[in-house]
């Protein structure tokens, strides 16, 4: 069984429609990449399927839909990265850290303080911020921040992973870093992640699969090399893509 | 969760030094004013009254026991309950200007109150019910309109667009309380005497009121001390990481409006209360909700408390409102805050 079916998404703002009957599955240890030009739709496909925004269609996890569940139970299962973050008030990374393990110690199914306080540790080590886990994050650059916030996704625990940008205002060392942890992670069992990506190059090198999303609409989907064709990217990006990319090889060969 | 709770809160021994500086604090106030009260006096006059013993004479009695101290811990609840106010709206909001003064509750708050007395609505059998009751839901119906005003504008909700709507909001109501108190009649004095803003005639079902709507609002926002911790890093994260957004902000959104709607229909409005002492508190004690709300209500009623006590012995026999010894520190305080946060921005 598919983990995460989105069936017909429909997302309206107004008049305007922003995303058009797309349908799409990730299955578990995929890594799905959702691709195309900026303001094709992907972050509200997102936005949408973290039921942050109103849609029409269906967002099933493991054929349940999600529209009626619990926020905790939400959180337990589906984890998300978005593309932006606020830092108002000076809070130390290791608090920021383990509010994501919100949903796991509220209620009546509390996994246990241990259980917390090792998921923090180990989301710490992961993603290296152990030596800063006392500093504020009003003192972070933009690609610790963000490490800051992939170490609270991490310690969440979900079983699927949404990640809107995860290397935004990453430099290339952490890019590949990151990458790197995020492939791990969905190689273990019951595990998958779903993300947006510009980079095409990072698509073609992690990517399970690939939805490209041009204007709204699904325009390929399914293996990652099947979808990133000359033809396919020329139809979503209005450029030759391909010509481009080889132009820019060529210049680091010279 | 309990042992996460004791990991980020104060410990024991830092509750006990707050009780400490709010008991001394508490003593000093009830001592010093027009007439000065030696402490030894105020114990027995409260044990004896307690006890229902003869007072020995030469202690004012009724001056400590039927004056100062029903006055004394109004302050103190109010500023208790303005201050924890403050800090979990500057949470919820991820503002750190946001407080009941600032967004216009209080002012929504006010007109409920002032119609109230206007129309002399009264619940019978419970004196300033009526009061009470209306300013408690103006103060939700005003945190609606204006949230949901700034939520239309601008999803962000930044600082400029609340300050600004609330700055509208505040000078939209208030041109209605002058209509309200033109056609008052009779009751204009009463009226223009709460408006201006007093706690110097509380009684003890004043406090009475007051502890009760802080044990009950104050035990809902400290509940929520995480979720807080959750939104003031944003709605956003707060949501992806199991927050219920919208229960957790109706509930704090409700809890806010009794404890400001109680404190303005005994005290009139308190301007800047809610919005000095968190940030003051998050300074010594970091932004962790956990800590926070604890030290903005102790902060909140030291705070008060000497302000209060500067308004009645800076110009003795003459005493100020209380309003304006909080407003004078406040708007230094507020030009201060946005001065720092905007240079933080640039």
């Known amino acids: 069984m598919n983990m995460l079916e989105v069936k017909n998404l429909l997302v309206r703002y107004g008049d305007l429609t922003i995303v058009n009957d797309v349908s799409f599955s990730v299955a578990e240890n995929q890594w799905v990449m959702l691709v195309g030009p900026n303001g094709a739709g992907k972050s509200t496909i997102v936005a949408a399927i973290s039921q942050g925004i109103p849609y029409q269609g269906q967002v099933c996890f493991e054929g349940e839909n999600i529209a009626s569940w619990k926020p905790v139970h939400l959180a337990r299962n589906i984890g998300i990265l978005s593309q932006q973050h606020y830092v108002s008030y000076a809070f130390r990374v290791e608090d920021v850290v383990r509010l994501g393990r919100y949903a796991h110690s509220s209620g009546l199914f509390s996994s246990g303080d241990d259980e917390d306080q090792r998921m923090v540790e180990e989301a710490l080590e992961m993603t290296g911020l152990k030596p800063m886990r006392r500093q504020t994050i009003t003192t972070l650059s933009g690609g610790e921040l963000q490490r800051v916030f992939l170490a609270q996704i991490f310690a969440q625990n979900p079983r699927l992973l949404i990640l809107d940008e995860p290397t935004n205002h990453l430099d290339l060392v952490y890019q590949k870093q990151v990458f790197g942890l995020i492939q791990d992670w969905a190689r273990q069992p019951g595990k998958a992640v779903l993300s947006v990506v510009h980079d095409l190059n990072l698509v073609k090198s992690y990517g399970s699969d690939a939805v490209l999303i041009h204007r709204g609409k699904s325009v390929a989907q399914g293996n990652a090399a099947q979808v990133l064709t000359r033809e396919h990217l020329q139809e979503a990006y209005d450029m030759d893509v391909y010509q481009w990319m080889n132009d820019l090889l060529q210049q680091w060969q010279e | ?346």
């Open chain 2, 1 to 346: 969760m309990l042992k996460e709770a004791k990991r980020e809160g104060f410990s024991f021994s830092i509750y006990l030094l707050f009780t400490a500086i709010l008991l001394a604090v508490l003593w000093i106030c009830v001592a010093v004013g027009s007439v000065f009260v030696t402490p030894s006096d105020i114990v027995v006059a409260v044990w004896r009254t307690i006890c229902g013993l003869p007072i020995p004479e030469g202690i004012a009695q009724s001056i400590i026991v039927f004056i100062r101290i029903p006055r004394v811990l109004a302050v103190a609840l109010s500023g208790a309950a303005l201050s924890i106010c403050g800090a979990a709206m500057q949470g919820l909001l991820r503002n750190p200007l946001a407080d009941g003064s600032t967004l216009g509750v209080s002012s929504g708050a006010s007109l409920g109150a002032v119609l109230a007395i206007a129309f002399g609505l009264n619940i019978p059998g419970f004196a300033n019910g009526g009061v009470m009751l209306m300013a408690m839901t103006f103060a939700f119906l005003s945190m609606l309109i204006i949230l949901g005003l700034a939520y239309r504008l601008d999803f962000s909700l930044s600082t400029n667009t609340i300050i600004l709507i609330g700055i509208i909001f505040s000078m939209f109501v208030n041109s209605i309380v002058n209509v309200v108190v033109t056609f008052a009649g009779e009751k204009v004095k009463t009226i223009m005497f709460w408006t201006m803003g007093s706690l110097s005639g509380s009684d003890y079902q004043d406090v009475f009121i007051l502890c009760v709507a802080l044990l009950i609002g104050g035990a809902i926002l400290l509940h929520y001390s995480r979720e807080l911790n959750a939104f003031a890093i944003g709605e956003d994260n707060a949501r992806h990481v199991g927050v219920n957004v919208r229960r957790v902000k109706l509930v704090v959104m409700i809890a806010v409006s009794i404890l400001i709607g109680v404190c303005v229909s005994i005290g009139g409005t308190i301007a800047f209360v809610g919005l000095v002492v968190p940030h003051m508190a998050r300074m010594l004690v970091g932004p962790n909700h956990r800590r926070l709300l604890p030290a903005s209500l102790f902060g909140g009623a030291v705070f008060l408390l000497l302000a209060d006590l500067l308004a009645r012995i800076l110009l003795n026999p003459l005493e100020l409102s209380i309003g304006v010894v909080t407003s004078f520190v406040g708007a230094i305080a507020f030009v201060y805050i946005f001065y720092i946060s905007r240079k933080g921005k640039s």
